[in-house]
T-cell receptor, first 112, second 114 residues
Framework: GQQLNQSPQSMFIQEGEDVSMNCTSSSIFNTWLWYKQDPGEGPVLLIALYKAGELTSNGRLTAQFGITRKDSFLNISASIPSDVGIYFCAGHTSGSARQLTFGSGTQLTVLP | DSGVTQTPKHLITATGQRVTLRCSPR?????VYWYQQSLDQGLQFLIQ???????AKGNILERFSAQQFPDLHSELNLSSLELGDSALYFCASSQWDSFGETQYFGPGTRLLVL
């Protein structure tokens, strides 16, 4: 099946710094979604991308759907303590099986 | 609040037992997905239902089953539980628009098998 390679696996940054994480795949994806998960909670949708080349912002978050349709990145600017959590990329390919494939997650820690 | 509800929030049971997890999708969403998340693991897709019918299967064990009812709520049944079944179980419902599909997750059920 399709696999998403998400990197980095974990990040430790200082408050105020910018963060970048990305997902790549050997398959073409039609949708890229970025979720954040707080401990013990369900993933919360941050940004959804549906077209190659699309660049979308949500506050301090910016995500892009790669031109090749095989990658996506998420940037967080001016990080704050509440940005701590696990960030997952997810996407699905065309076809009848509409299951999302998830990346393995990026654990973000923001140091004061 | 995503609009997806799951009950119970926590469940503690013993090996060999059977439990039922319940999910109510967002109003108007016809699709329900079930996922398992073990400690320090990613989200593993289990099964999808659309308007009462099974649509897709992922890494779901034979001991597990699910169904979606006419009112669109869904139940995930886990039987002959093993220690390794301890995990967070999430359901998600989805909506489609002109751009594509977006899934919204519930708060999860934390299952502990002792």
């Amino acid at each position: 099946g399709q696999q998403l390679n998400q990197s980095p696996q974990s990040m430790f940054i200082q408050e105020g710094e910018d963060v970048s994480m990305n997902c790549t795949s050997s398959s073409i994806f039609n949708t890229w979604l970025w979720y954040k998960q707080d401990p013990g909670e369900g993933p919360v949708l941050l940004i959804a991308l549906y077209k190659a080349g699309e660049l979308t912002s949500n506050g301090r978050l910016t995500a892009q759907f790669g031109i090749t349709r095989k990658d996506s990145f998420l940037n967080i600017s001016a990080s704050i303590p509440s940005d701590v959590g696990i960030y997952f990329c997810a996407g699905h390919t065309s076809g009848s099986a509409r299951q999302l494939t998830f990346g393995s997650g990026t654990q973000l820690t923001v140091l004061p | 609040d995503s609009g997806v509800t799951q009950t119970p929030k926590h469940l503690i049971t013993a090996t060999g037992q059977r439990v039922t997890l319940r999910c109510s999708p967002r109003s108007g969403d016809l699709s329900v997905y079930w996922y398992q998340q073990s400690l320090d693991q990613g989200l593993q897709f289990l099964i999808q239902y659309y308007n009462g019918e099974e649509r897709a299967k992922g890494n779901i064990l034979e001991r597990f089953s699910a169904q979606q009812f006419p009112d669109l709520h869904s139940e995930l049944n886990l039987s002959s539980l093993e220690l390794g079944d301890s995990a967070l179980y999430f359901c998600a419902s989805s909506q489609w628009d002109s751009f594509g599909e977006t899934q919204y997750f519930g708060p999860g059920t934390r299952l502990l098998v002792l």
